[in-house]
């Protein structure tokens, strides 16, 4: 995870998102992003914060906070920057379903039945993979605890998650802007 942090902090820096040649990159941070930005924000201060207070009163400790305090905010950097620079992808070869370094899910266009609005929203405690009523599975790529596009497969597919592989009908997933993201889908599957 913290290589694939200093990978987004790099594509970022030279400007090379991770879409595939000929596709068309699709945004989901809206929803979480200005917690992210935030969180960054208030490391930064609190790197600073706490070398002021402890190079008084305990300078032995200072080195080693700055280090873990420096290490915490590029984890961070890492974290925002790629949910940046890892959007979903829809091309000539199919959709790749992301969030961040965590979920990259390849679906070549011959497993892909429908591509469609459906808006999901988290109930509390509601893992990931669901289960539903006829036995088949979707997965939830959920971004702000919400979805709103699901992907249906002609038939259940093995994808990878973040725990592991997963036998799966369905993924749903967010998009910033789920309208483009569809005409792009109607482009390659007409």
């Known amino acids: 995870m913290e290589i ?3 990978q987004s902090i790099y594509r970022f ?4 998102p991770r879409v595939p040649a000929g596709a068309v990159g699709f945004t989901y941070s809206a929803p979480i992003l200005s917690i992210l930005i935030v969180l960054t924000v208030v490391s930064a201060v609190e790197l600073v ?3 002021v207070i402890v190079h008084r009163w305990a300078p032995g400790l200072r080195v080693p906070l700055l280090v873990l305090g420096a290490w915490g905010l590029v984890w961070l950097i890492g974290l925002l920057l790629g949910v940046l620079t890892r959007p979903h992808a829809v091309g000539r070869d199919g959709v790749r379903v992301r969030f961040a370094a965590d979920v990259d899910i390849p679906v070549s266009w011959e497993d892909v039945y429908s591509v469609g609005r459906r808006r999901r929203t988290r109930k509390d405690g509601e893992p990931a993979l669901i289960v539903d ?3 088949s599975a979707t997965l939830h ?3 702000g605890d919400e979805t709103n596009l699901e992907i249906v497969f002609e038939r259940d597919l093995t994808v ?3 725990r592991g592989p997963a036998v799966v009908r ?7 802007d789920p309208s ?3 005409d792009e889908v109607r482009r390659h599957i007409g």
């Open 133 to 135: 009523d006829d036995g």
């Open 13 to 16: 820096a030279f400007r090379r």
């Open 170 to 176: 369905r993924i749903a997933l967010y998009a910033d």
């Open 141 to 143: 790529v959920r971004v």
């Open 160 to 162: 990878r998650t973040t």
């Open 4 to 6: 694939h942090g200093y």
């Open 180 to 182: 483009a993201y569809l």
């Open 49 to 51: 914060v706490v070398d």
